[in-house]
């Protein structure tokens, strides 16, 4: 398929690096490619940011058939720098069989990517800790209202300046554990990043920062017991020297910094062990002494440090309010691979 590149008329003024929040500033450019079944992908666009038209009847609109991936990209002396999207696409593409939706050529996909970064290189912001978010998207667009997996498809790539987001410094959360709602259960479709899992979590959240909490704590979907994730991200407990983590059986999300944080931590003499994790044997260690450091990680935070934590009426301090020693080493050494300080051994840095 051939890559058609479309110019803008004019070009945005850029936002200043130091004022960036998240999700809010687009760049002037967008990739977009079309899929009709019988037909396969076509279209392919570098074109300019813009809305989409879509019929009121779309299928994405009813029926939630949406998926999509979250990487950035980092300037460095060298040049852009990815973190594993190769991964990104591939997980995606476990995503869409998943929401019977069509597969990606992930190569020529990377390819495009790369192009739009190459023209919107100016877009990425220089500050320290800030980066030009990435979000692939694919959605369901047949103008039908029946519930049947759809036809026609719209995959998209835009791009956002976001700040740092420890922009106070790297401090240690409070979260809630969620014993009501659940996220997910096994044969669902917790492994997917499909646009549905985040809606079903958005009242647990909210009632959780209502209660003076940055994010929710989420139990397996069948007895409510077992940690499985914190808000977006995966998380990890360092209780008697070894780091503990949910494993991939089928409702938590097959992280990608959750993998990284795993490899890292066991290059390092780290003992890491996935598997369930009881949330009532999380605080009877944290009462012998046992529980040492808890960090979620995903896309956005890296790392983040947890320092309190709340299950109905039981309230636990973890490392003494404080980022713990190897929370602190994992966060320090991923980010330097991505913005270039710290040598990366793994592979994992795509460089423009």
Known sequence: ?????????????????????????????????????????????????????????????????????????????????????????????????????????????????????????????????????????????????????????????????????????????????????????VGGTGDAKTGGNYAASLLAAQLAHDKGFAQVLWLDGKEKKYVEEVGSMNIFFKINGELITAPLSGSILPGITRDSVIKLAESLGVKVREERLAIADVFAENEKGGLEEVFGTGTAAVVSPVGGMRWGDKDITIAGGKMGELTGKLYDTLTGMQYGKVEDTFGWIKTL
């Open 1 to 185: 398929m051939k890559l058609e590149i479309v110019k803008a008329d004019n070009l945005k003024a850029k936002p200043d690096d130091n004022s960036l929040s998240f999700g809010r500033e687009f760049t002037d450019y967008m990739f977009t490619m079309n899929y009709e079944e019988g037909k396969g992908w076509f279209d392919a666009q570098i074109r300019p940011f813009e809305n989409f038209s879509l019929s009121p009847a779309c299928t994405v609109l009813h029926y939630s058939q949406t998926i999509f991936e979250g990487m950035k990209a980092y300037h460095t002396q060298e040049g852009i720098n990815l973190f594993r999207p190769w991964d990104n696409f591939k997980r995606m593409n476990r995503t869409a069989k998943r929401m019977c939706m069509p597969q990606i050529d992930e190569e020529f996909v990377l390819e495009c990517l790369e192009k739009l970064l190459d023209i919107e290189k100016d877009w990425v912001p220089k500050a320290n800790g800030t980066s030009l978010y990435i979000r692939p998207t694919m959605m369901a667009v047949d103008p039908f209202l029946g519930v049947k997996a759809g036809s026609q498809y719209i995959f998209f790539i835009i791009l956002s300046p976001v700040g740092a987001y420890y922009a106070s410094g790297l401090s240690p959360v409070d979260i809630y554990v969620e014993d009501e709602y659940v996220r997910a259960v």
